[in-house]
């Protein structure tokens, strides 16, 4: 009985599509052109220096190169004496650099030139660089170096400035694709070019992530490849569900926002990603609107990624806009409204003006101010805020057009909207005085509807908790099994 022959080794695509000439690498036509050059005119230098991120064929160019100013001709697994490569990651101290410089004394054996090509430069001790640097200072005529990394900056400027820098760059997403569907036309993989653009944009520019996802995908499907068999084997959310995700944030929609990231956390995916892709997606389309956002998604790391992307996502939400969701918080415990307590304001024997509050006005001291906050900032069809669309920003622009004494001192003030009541703090006496003449009062109560109003005493402050109290509220209401603490803030 004959023995069965093993399944042929297929390459993998990066090693198969790796190029052999520098006028057929994709992606780095400045580079290539001007070692095209140099090898033209025969001004080969001593050092260069590769920079670039990962996958941008920093590597594959200082081989070709190698080769080619030896005129040895380039197969992906051959192996010539002078031309040397050397990791510097597990190859960091300086014994090894003594090592190479008394080997590079030694002449070529085949070529012209003896080549060095160090990867991961940057991981040299810094006894290490400056044992390179000697050989770079006065190096022997057959030996050139070719240094690569992904961290210029950890280059020791005394190196760099003896090399001739060559800066290598990502990918453009239309060079990308062009060159993911002329691999997958030779290899036969049937895909939709949704799903190819998808790979571009996980592949971020890098060819060799970008062609090891193809790979990968080709190797576990013999089907036709669509975006959405794509997504579900990355584990990536679809492109229209981080859309959504986003366009909750910018309208500050917390029922949409909150339904949406339970369904990606619920499906599997990873916190990282989702910020990720929404990463991703912000510096395709940029807005202002989600600056507060980006600023926040880098943080999105263990430990607790899933806390983290919350507080990401309410970034653009402030005190006046966090509504927790009823429907997911029924765990939480409600606190009670704040039950105002009026009090006399008039102190000493300075006689006061007796201000006589309107039904919807009360001059209190408040106690613990409820969790429950207010709904999105709008302006309702009567000029004036209720309840259901209280800005502060909104309002003050409302009160300024009619009174700008009561918008100045407004502008002074600290508050809090806590259920249906705006509660007003005055830092000094003369602001507390002013707003209790009733013209004043009348001003504000004219710009709200529905809404009742707390005027406290000056130097009262207002609840330092409850702008972190509200957040935690709401991870409670997305997380939906969060416990609130009230000893302290895990965040």
Known sequence: M???????????????????ELNKVVGQKAVTEALSGAI??????????????????????????????????????????????IDAASNTGVDNIRELREKAI?????????????????MLTKSASNALLKILEEPPEHVVFILATTDAHKIPVTIASRAQVFNFQLADPVTMLDHLQTITEQEGIAIDDDALELIVRRGEGSFRDSLSILDQVATLSDKRITAEYLSNMLGLPQVQIITNLLKSYQEQDLDKLHITLRNLLNNGTKPEVIAGELINTILEQPHPAYIPLLAKLPEVQPPFPEAKLLLALMSNLSNQTL??????????????????VSVNLASDDTEKPTLAPSPKVTIAAPSAPSKTQDSTPLTNTLGKTTLANFDWSTFLRQIQKQNSSVHNQLQKTDHDLVGDTLHLYPKQKFTQSFFEKPRNTEAILDNLSGIRLVMHKYGEKPNANLTEDSTISQISA??????????????
Do not use: C, W
Not at 4 to 17: D, M, S
Not at 106 to 122: F, L, N, T
């Open 323 to 340: 509504v927790p969701n009823p429907a997911a918080s029924a765990n939480v415990s409600p606190t009670p409204k704040p039950k105002p």
């Open 478 to 491: 997305i997380m939906g099994d969060v416990q609130e603490v009230n000893e302290e803030s895990p965040f």
């Open 2 to 20: 004959s023995k069965q022959k093993p399944a042929p080794h297929l390459q993998a695509l990066y090693r198969k599509y790796r190029p052999t």
């Open 40 to 85: 033209a005119r025969n001004r080969i230098g001593h050092a260069y220096l590769f920079v670039g991120p990962r996958g941008t064929g920093k590597t594959s160019v200082a081989r070709i190169f190698a080769h080619a100013i030896n005129d040895f001709p380039y197969q992906i697994e051959d192996d010539y004496l002078d031309i040397i490569e």
């Open 106 to 122: 030694i002449a070529p054996s085949e070529g012209q030139y003896k080549v060095y090509i160090i990867d991961e430069a940057h």
